[in-house]
């Protein structure tokens, strides 16, 4: 099957689920139509089991066509962390900085490896064969908090700003991090390769590399922000506007790729930028409200498809019983360490940071995992042995945090925050 028709078939489904949604279930967007999506992928298997109708193969054909690793890294993730980072205010991001900054690399590193040796210590148990390495391949991925999850579940859940600012400032940044992590652990368990075995850590090639895909993705989104700032005070006509901003996201993606700097971590640094120095100074009024209503639905839009593409990934997948109980195994195992390293920052940076009662149960349970971890996971050679094992786990740990901890980090902040600190 063609793309056009499978991108078709895509878009209609998730308008369909949005609509069955919204008007029977009312549950929040994205969980609504991922729920609505998983279950019918559950059904088509269940149909296919009888033996009536054959659903499965061609969904799955379009599946593989589609592609969510290359669908969400290569073009996707580009809108939606750009939409996401335009509406941060730089000035509550700059009062929560040190917490942020030390959840977002620190944390994501220290989580990796607690992730991993738990995960290493269960499969043990279960009588599973992983090499530890590949354990903390599983937590490079799982650590980081997704942003596309996280940002549109915390707008209605009525988090105190502070708080709010905190975790989507957290996974804005920690997304781009846990990428780079992700990679120097996969290419040293020779995951570019089928077949390929572990490669000897060299220090300074992993230096060099942290240093351009960081340090270079921070200065290449300064640089391609300020660009399109000075083309913005040029001009007063708003779609010009939105398509300097549009031509900037895509852009400095697909050059940050090129250049093998962080693409995400470019796009967040020059959408932060433009949605706080650009607004303020390049922008009129009408400009400022005319880029938001674009820019709130690109995001929807990309956000309700990104989540119909998870529900339906599941037809791709096998789960075995040992790999189900390990994925469920992980739930709590990633849970832990979330917790200890946001006690820790309560702890150690008090100073630095609001931290209100409550407020590191709340930053547990609603750091919340989302489509990029599936991407990575599926990016994994399949010549990497405990491939299989990673993907059920990613899915089974990503399923439960979108919709039981989606759906209960409302409550949760309303049972623990007092009434007067809500937003």
């Known amino acids: 099957m063609e793309l056009f028709p499978i991108l078709s078939l895509v878009i209609t489904a998730a308008a369909v689920l949005s609509w069955l949604n919204h008007k029977v279930f009312r549950l929040p967007t994205t969980i609504g ?81 607690m992730v991993g040796g738990l995960m290493y210590f269960a499969c043990q148990q279960l009588g599973m064969e992983i090499r530890f390495l590949h354990c903390l391949l599983f937590g490079s991925l799982i650590s980081p908090t997704d942003p ?53 850590m060299d220090f300074n090639a992993i230096a060099i590399f942290l240093g351009q895909e960081v340090g270079g993705s921070v200065l290449l989104g300064l640089a391609g922000g300020l660009l399109a700032y000075a083309l913005l005070k040029t001009v007063d006509n708003y779609q010009v506007e939105i398509l300097i901003t549009l031509a900037l996201a895509m852009g400095l993606y697909s050059l940050a790729m090129e250049l093998h700097s ?78 200890i390293n946001v006690l820790t920052a309560s702890k150690l940076l008090r100073r630095f940071g609001t931290f209100q009662k409550g407020t590191v149960a709340i930053m547990t349970w609603g750091g919340l995992r989302g489509g990029i971890s599936v991407a990575l996971a599926l990016s994994i050679s399949p010549g990497v042995p405990a491939r299989d094992l990673i993907l059920t786990m990613t899915y089974v740990v990503v399923v439960f945090s979108i919709v039981v901890q989606g759906l209960s980090v409302g409550p949760v902040i309303r049972t623990l925050l007092p009434k007067d600190s809500r937003a």
């Open 262 to 339: 962080s693409g995400p971590l470019a796009v967040v640094i020059a959408g932060l930028f433009i949605g706080n120095t650009g607004r303020a100074l390049a922008m009129s009024e009408t400009t400022v409200e005319r880029v938001d209503t674009f820019w709130e639905l690109v995001d929807e839009i990309f956000n309700v498809i990104l989540f119909v593409l998870i529900g339906m990934e599941v037809l791709l997948l096998q789960f075995p019983k040992d790999f189900l109980i390990a994925g469920v195994l992980a739930i709590p195992l990633v849970l832990l360490p979330r917790w």
């Open 148 to 200: 596309i999850a996280v940002l549109g579940i915390l707008k209605k859940a009525g988090a105190p700003k502070s708080l709010e600012t905190q975790i989507a400032g957290e996974s804005l940044f920690n997304d781009g991090i846990g990428v780079v992590v992700f990679t120097v652990l996969l290419t040293m368990a020779g995951g570019t390769h089928p077949g390929a075995v572990e490669a000897p």
């Open 33 to 113: 139509v991922m729920v609505l999506s998983l279950l019918g992928s559950i059904a088509i298997m269940a149909v296919d089991q009888q033996g009536y109708f054959d659903f499965r193969t061609p969904a799955a054909e379009a599946m593989e066509t589609l592609d969510l690793q290359h669908t969400l890294l290569d073009w996707m993730l580009a809108f939606l962390l750009f939409a996401g980072a335009l509406h941060v205010n730089l000035g509550h991001l700059s009062r929560e900085r040190w917490v942020i900054g030390a959840l977002a690399t620190v944390g994501v590193v220290t989580s990796t490896f």
